[in-house]
């Protein structure tokens, strides 16, 4: 995602949340998945909590 700006990475960088286009994305490298996680930092916050990823969201301020 040429542009795309890295808001967190794991240690091996095989997760990352991005923000590109107006929106917040969890992408897993190894597989190339993306999930939408909002338009906001709350959203994204938010939806983290949903999708049961307490780990990112611990660490995203």
């Known amino acids: 995602m040429a542009g795309a700006v890295i808001i967190w990475a794991n240690d091996d960088k095989s997760e990352q949340i ?8 969890l992408i897993t490298i190894t597989d190339m998945k ?3 996680l909002g338009e906001t930092l709350e959203d ?3 939806k983290l909590k ?5 780990d ?3 660490e995203i301020k």
């Open 18 to 25: 991005v923000y590109f286009n107006n929106e917040y994305i």
């Open 34 to 36: 993306r999930i939408s």
């Open 44 to 46: 994204a916050k938010e």
């Open 50 to 54: 949903e999708i049961d990823r307490y």
């Open 56 to 58: 990112i969201y611990k």
